[in-house]
């Protein structure tokens, strides 16, 4: 099993670890490859699009010609997992201009809507499928404003949703990669794979 | 759906949010803006976060006398100006003017050599603040301390202002070089390393164990040029800082652009030539060589 860490800008380490960790804890034999380049999203399983600056990851994977195959992967119905910035870039609508998003995800997101980084917090999460609360960390994090009908709600606060599921797409505003916490790594990405 | 969180019980200004905020600029170039003009083009251009300050260090350099923290009016406009992260630059231990940048809403503060230090004996003790600071270091012990003092981020401090990228090089030589010493060594001779070197124990072994620092290093100090970007990747820093690169080069945008695009394909020469073809021409620069040593920023506030 391959699985992609979309490399262009970010905390993709971080994610390439939790990657690796959520696939031990189930005893699959997973490759997980941080992508800089085109060419490698087509032959993997599952991708992830890790937290940065959503402006410049998104000119990135246009420059770079990894967008159109991001959005294959998802019409192919394989699994993306997408975080914060990484949220932001999947979105149907960014509601900026200076990001233009995949949309591969039927949401429109407020950047930056919970302040700017003096704002930015920590704290424990109910997320609908798990049973214990997730430890969150929201850098500059941005919020799910509007929600398409086939959009599931997985989590909120201050009652905006931060945690969202379609299809395929799993998409954070917060950031799980920074914890030790990988459930919700193994969730998006293995979940899906498990009938496989 | 599971029960709504609210907002009381949030934790803000922890360590884990300060320095998760710094490694999501990993992989990213943070360039220097003097104007809200400049923070516009950098954005657009894929900078994953400005730094504001008076003047670039080549400027102050050229200037001379002392320099202090940008001005809030101006620090006002750039955060406006920008959806990426504001940083700005404070005077080496220069509480107030720490608070003033925190006021205003910077996402992170640079205790900066370049700028005349404010005490000569100690630096800010950033662990009070809710925003995170970035400091410079010459060597792993400097790194250390500054981590002990509540540094999010670690960038080499080259010699700013001068276009030459020698002393970032050479202070992240001695970082990673320090690093792999104190991995192999047993547990008494990091304590050892840890009372000769003035660095705080605890950070000597955990840095010893992750076989890397424990915050983000960036690159910072000289770095003109695309190749530049890439070499201080190759050297393993996570990301880079540009001064006076950018805005003192021939075409900014063009510079900028292929500044970004070499911190992508710094392991790809192929695309690396492409990119540094497109750059145009860089900063005159000076060497670091001819510089006199009163004239040196890296040796402030060790």
Redesign the interface.
């Known amino acids: 099993m391959r699985v992609a860490v979309v490399g262009v800008q970010g905390d993709v380490a971080e994610h390439v670890t939790a990657v690796e960790r959520a696939a031990a804890s189930r005893g699959h034999a997973v490759e997980a490859t941080a992508v800089r380049n085109a060419g490698v999203v087509p032959d993997c399983d599952a991708v992830a699009l890790p937290g940065g600056e959503s402006t410049t990851i998104s000119r990135l994977l246009h420059r770079r010609d990894i967008a159109p195959e991001l959005v294959a992967h998802v019409e192919a119905g394989k699994p993306l997992f997408a975080t914060c910035a990484g949220l932001i870039v999947a979105a149907r609508d960014a509601r900026d201009s200076r990001v233009e998003t995949l949309d591969v995800l039927d949401v429109a997101v407020d950047r930056n809507a919970f302040g700017r980084q003096r704002d930015s917090f920590e704290s424990r999460l109910d997320v609908a499928g798990l049973d214990d609360p997730f430890p969150a960390v929201f850098i500059r994090a941005p919020a799910v404003a509007d929600v398409g009908p086939d959009v599931e709600v997985l989590a909120t606060v201050d009652g905006q949703p931060v945690a969202v599921r379609e299809g395929p797409v799993v998409g954070l505003a917060f950031h799980p990669e920074l914890t030790d916490d990988f459930r919700l790594h193994d969730v998006a990405l293995f979940d899906p794979l498990a009938g496989d | 759906?599971?029960?709504?969180?609210?907002?009381e019980?949030?934790?803000?200004?922890?360590d884990?949010?300060k320095r998760?905020?710094a490694?999501?600029?990993?992989?990213?170039v943070i360039m220097d803006v003097v104007t809200r003009e400049q923070a516009r083009i950098a954005?657009?251009i894929?900078?994953?976060?400005v730094m504001a300050l008076e003047a670039v260090p080549a400027d102050i350099r050229k200037r001379g006398g002392v320099a202090r923290m940008p001005d809030p009016a101006n620090v006002e406009g750039i955060i406006d100006e920008v959806?990426?992260?504001a940083m700005g630059k404070s005077r080496i231990g220069h509480r107030k003017e720490a608070e003033i940048l925190?006021a205003l809403?910077v996402?992170?503060i640079d205790e900066s050599e370049v700028l005349t230090p404010a005490d000569d004996r100690y630096h800010i003790d950033k662990r009070e603040f809710?925003?995170?600071f970035v400091c410079g270091a010459r060597n792993l012990q400097e790194a250390l301390r500054r981590i002990d003092e509540g540094a999010a981020m670690i960038r080499t401090k080259g010699e700013a202002g001068t276009g030459d990228v020698n002393q970032a090089v050479h202070h992240q030589r001695n970082i990673k070089g320090a690093i792999r010493q104190l991995t192999g060594m047993n547990h008494e001779e990091r304590e050892k390393w840890a009372r000769e070197h003035e660095a705080p124990g605890h950070l000597v072994h955990e840095t010893a164990e992750m076989g890397r620092l424990p915050v983000v290093n960036f690159a910072a100090g000289g770095i003109a040029t695309p190749a530049d970007a890439a070499l201080m990747m190759y050297h393993g820093c996570d990301g880079i800082f540009v001064g006076s690169g950018v805005f003192g080069a021939e075409d900014p945008e063009r510079m900028g652009t292929a500044i970004?695009?070499a911190v992508?394909?710094w392991d790809?020469p192929e695309a690396l030539a492409q990119v540094a073809g497109a750059a145009g021409s860089g900063m005159s620069g000076e060497s670091n060589a001819s510089l006199p040593e009163e004239e040196q920023l890296q040796d402030r506030g060790v």
């Open positions: 759906m599971a029960e709504p969180t609210d907002l019980n949030l934790r803000r200004g922890t884990l949010v998760g905020f490694r999501m600029q990993q992989g990213g954005e657009d894929g900078a994953v976060a959806s990426i992260p925190e809403g996402d992170m809710t925003a995170p970004v695009d992508n394909d790809n």
